[in-house]
């Protein structure tokens, strides 16, 4: 059975993916939440999500800044999955800490931004790309694809049929070149580290043979609890300057998740792509 790894799962996209996964794949979810409980919490994510509630199990406790949980996590899916059963690691755990100056800096604050925005990503895949098929195995896996009329990949499109992925959730503000404002150090400086992070990653897995490709990806400006501070609770959706509802960004996510692949001209491993499709400079 392949497995989708959600870290980040507590709210905003990170719940809504675990939903969409469960809604439109055959995928198994194992959701990693910081939470200290997880039955009301499974219960939050099971609603409306029908039989694919089955498919669910929730890893409470599992704080990013803390690597101990993580590799708990890692042991518990090894164990009942087994090695190899990994198909996605979607990491979307984050925090925004908006400074406008200097003088705004709190050295125990942008190391926590550090922390959950970089590091947090790094230590989940440290543990969980170990789980993650190599291409032999992977082929092996896909032999059970082969019937044209009735296409078996439990991921549904989701990701693409000749690959497994890596996908960190990043910022259009992590690129250097795209900087012409300033401001927000912490959090630009912590989402740049991850890109780079993400491209040692993809790296990493090109030259072990693994099935993964590692991108990073922009969502846009989602209206969540996590933007409301910076744009206002009352903002609207916007497609056309990248303000999107939760629905839509899912959407968005979901459909740049299919494309990503290893075959063509187009180098997706690697890179930070946005909502739509387009790449962002470093």
Request: charged share 25%; net charge positive.
């Amino acid at each position: 059975m392949s497995v989708a790894i959600v870290q980040g799962c507590s709210s905003g996209l990170g719940l809504a993916l675990t939903q969409h996964i469960l809604r439109h794949t055959n995928l198994t979810v194992y959701a990693l939440t910081h939470q200290s409980t997880s039955s009301e919490f499974r219960d939050r994510i099971a609603v409306n999500v029908g039989k694919g509630k089955e498919r669910l199990t929730v890893l409470s406790g599992v704080d990013v800044r803390e690597e101990r949980g993580l590799e708990k996590a890692a042991e518990t899916v090894k164990e009942r999955e087994g090695k190899g059963s990994v198909r996605l690691v979607a990491c979307l755990a984050g925090v925004l800490h908006a400074e406008k100056s200097l003088g705004a800096i709190d050295l125990e604050t942008a190391l926590s931004t550090f922390q959950i925005n970089t590091l947090g990503h790094l230590l989940t895949y440290k543990h969980f790309v170990p789980l993650i098929p190599n291409k032999r195995e992977f082929k092996s896996l896909q032999s059970s694809w082969q019937d044209p009329e009735k296409p078996k990949d439990p991921a549904r499109g989701m990701i693409g049929r000749d690959n497994s992925l890596c996908f960190s959730l990043s910022a259009r503000v992590g690129s250097i070149s795209d900087n012409e404002r300033g401001g927000w150090y912490s959090y630009r400086a912590s989402k740049a580290a991850l890109n780079q992070v993400v491209r040692c990653l993809d790296h990493e897995l090109a030259n072990k043979s693994s099935s993964a490709i590692a991108v990073g990806y922009h969502p846009g400006t989602v209206l969540t609890s996590f933007t409301s501070p910076i744009i206002g609770k009352d903002a609207k959706p916007d497609l056309e300057h990248g303000r999107l509802t939760v629905d839509q960004a899912i959407d968005s996510m979901t459909k740049v998740m299919g494309k990503v692949t290893r075959e063509g001209d187009e180098k997706w491993g690697g890179r930070c792509w946005d909502w739509k499709g387009e790449r962002i400079e470093w």
